[in-house]
């Protein structure tokens, strides 16, 4: 049964950064791609970052370059996602995924398996 548990989430302000972290059960890493996604309150889930198993290939979403930062520790069977001068928009629950491959798809049905979500609240 393979297990993601997402951790650090909380309440912020704006223009502080935050780290939050996926943690899957032993052996449930595999040689997979890892993405995380997040949704806003009244919005549709969406893509935000994903990492391929060696970590050489990094896709972010267009509006999050240069402030979110994905890095895994394949060791350790997590992944970390280092979030720098968040914004009120950047409120939503946090969710990590394993991919059904290597490849770091953005696409959510690309994706197998899911964690329960982690909250991050940026207040103003």
């Known amino acids: 049964q393979v297990q993601l548990v997402e951790s650090g989430g909380r309440l912020v302000q704006a223009g502080d950064s935050l780290r939050i972290s996926c943690a899957a059960s032993e052996g449930t890493f595999g040689f997979n791609a890892m993405g995380w996604f997040r949704q806003a309150p009244g919005k549709e889930r969406e893509f935000v970052s994903v990492i391929n198993y060696s970590g050489d290939r990094v896709v972010y979403a267009d509006s999050l370059k240069g402030r979110f930062t994905l890095s895994r520790d394949n060791a350790r069977n997590t992944a970390f996602l280092q979030m720098n001068s968040l914004k009120p928009e950047d409120t939503a629950v946090y969710y990590c995924?394993?991919?059904?491959?290597?490849?770091?798809?953005?696409?959510?049905?690309?994706?197998?398996?899911w964690g329960q979500g982690t909250q991050v609240t940026v207040s103003s």
């Open positions: 995924a394993l991919g059904r491959s290597t490849y770091p798809y953005t696409r959510q049905e690309e994706y197998a398996y």
